[in-house]
């Protein structure tokens, strides 16, 4: 059974920071997913990472994966006020049209 | 304009009547799928649909079922609702479902108290 685990669960960053949201899953997946969503709204896809070594990037944020490690990184550059949501990671089992997510992970990025 | 579009937003209904939650979307996908979100546990699949009459279950489809009898639609149905199905529910659907390669669009969710 896939299990992914993300961390941390809630992150407080002053803007200007860097940071790192890893993502973690348990058996081997073909596909890796990050979402994002606002506090009372839908879900919004950020990136689709297709095979080891992926790295994909949009603005400030920066999405890689290790399939090796089983561990994809959502990396946040110099945070602004805007990025404040909550990330998903989600997974797709290998062989599967399953799709499992972490937790979410609640970024809230202060001045 | 692509969109996945839920109905109702907002739900509340008591235990044991029948209800159904459309979802709609108009690209042609192939793979829709619903989710239950409840605080602290994230997004969990439901059941998930490759393509017109192919369903599967996810990860709690228990109380569940949904029909696949057209490409755009994909309806869940609770025949028999209970308190613990209290949840906001996402419908999602993505092209290219042997594959799953493309981000997926998702509802704006509906929101279900059973009491």
């Known amino acids: 059974e896939l299990k992914v685990e993300q961390n941390p669960l809630f992150l407080s960053m002053q803007e200007g920071k860097n940071y790192t949201i890893y993502c973690n899953y348990s058996?081997?997946?073909?596909?890796l997913y990050w979402y994002r969503q606002d506090p009372g709204k839908s879900l919004e896809s950020l990136f689709v990472?297709?095979?080891?070594?992926a790295v994909k990037q949009e603005g400030r944020l920066m999405a890689s994966l290790d399939t090796k490690a089983r561990l994809s990184t959502l990396h946040i550059t110099a945070a602004v006020h805007d990025l404040s949501a909550t990330y998903f990671c989600?997974?797709?089992?290998?062989?599967?049209?399953?799709?499992?997510f972490g937790k979410g992970t609640k970024l809230s990025v202060i001045p | 304009e692509a969109q996945v579009t839920q109905n109702p937003r907002y739900l509340i209904t008591v235990t044991g009547k029948k209800l159904t939650v459309t979802c709609s979307q108009n690209?042609?996908?192939?793979?829709m799928s619903w989710y239950r979100q409840d605080p602290g546990l994230g997004l969990r699949q439901i059941y998930y649909s490759m393509n017109v009459e192919v369903t599967d279950k996810g990860d709690v489809p228990e109380g569940y079922k949904v029909s696949r009898k057209e490409k755009r639609n994909f309806p869940l149905i609770l025949e028999s609702p209970s308190p613990n199905q209290t949840s906001l529910y996402f419908c999602?659907?993505?092209?290219?479902?042997?594959?799953?390669?493309?981000?997926?669009?998702f509802g704006q969710g509906t929101r279900l108290t059973v009491v």
């Open positions: 999602a659907s993505s092209s290219t479902g042997a594959a799953l390669n493309t981000e997926a669009f």
């Open positions: 990472l297709l095979s080891n070594g």
């Open positions: 690209m042609n996908h192939e793979y």
């Open positions: 058996t081997t997946s073909d596909r």
């Open positions: 989600a997974a797709l089992g290998a062989g599967s049209y399953q799709l499992t």
